[in-house]
């Protein structure tokens, strides 16, 4: 199902069907300052459950949990002021950033890790929901790659692989318009604002340790 939406100036009533859809275990896909993303609500165990099961993903650095503002961070990771002037100087924007996990946050997503990827991405849209909805989406790149059937959904996940370098998606592995994921099996709701996506993703940055470390290469310039 398609919903059709103008940026910046989202009908309400469309923002409130969403965030019932996500708090009742729902998956939706919506555009990003990037490219496009599948997503569903933080406090929804369903949820999170579905979107591991459609992503095909067991690398819990490849999803991120998008945020309306950094107070929401600090809600749910170890946030310093050195960690928090950088964060505020290139957000919103296409960087990922990888903190340590408070207690409840581990808990809640089923870490295996203690640390977990967060952003403020720079697009309306995300922003309104994550407000409708009242806590931040937990998402994953949408890529077409989740609708093959032989994808390997048993790919190892070893401790060892936090040391390693996350590979750029492919660009022909991303979508450009809304409408090529409407068939995109377990999806329930695709959020359209009619614009197509750049085929481009999110840098990647670790800074849970003394120093910053990049994880991927994307959008975002690393050095700035």
């Known amino acids: 199902m398609i919903e059709y939406v103008t940026a910046g100036n989202t009908d309400d009533r469309v923002l409130s069907r969403a965030a019932a859809l996500l708090a009742n275990g729902g998956i939706l896909a919506l555009p990003l300052d990037t490219s496009w993303a599948v997503a569903c609500s933080l406090r929804s165990k369903e949820g999170i459950k579905k979107l591991r099961r459609i992503s095909g993903e067991r690398d819990e650095r490849h999803f991120t ?50 640390e977990v990827g967060v952003r403020i991405p720079n697009h309306p849209l995300p922003l309104d929901l994550i407000a409708a909805l009242g806590c931040p989406l937990y998402t994953i790149t949408a890529k077409r790659s ?79």
């Not at 928090?84 to 990888?98: C, D, M, N, Q, T």
């Open 146 to 224: 989740m609708a093959d059937d032989d994808r390997d959904d048993a790919a190892p996940d070893t401790a060892e692989e936090s040391a390693e370098l996350l590979p750029p998606i492919p660009e022909e592995d991303l979508f450009d318009g809304g409408w090529e994921m409407e068939d995109l099996a377990g999806l329930d709701l695709v959020l359209d604002t009619g614009e197509e996506r750049p085929r481009i993703f999110s840098t990647i940055l670790d800074i849970s340790g003394d120093e910053v470390r990049l994880i991927r290469s994307g959008a975002g310039p690393w050095p700035v």
């Open 65 to 114: 949990l998008l945020c309306s503002d950094i107070s929401q961070f600090g809600e749910l990771c170890d946030l310093d002021n050195t960690r928090f002037r950088l964060i505020k100087r290139l957000s919103p924007g296409p960087y990922v950033w990888i903190l340590k996990t408070l207690l409840g946050t581990e808990k809640t997503l089923g870490l295996r890790r203690r």
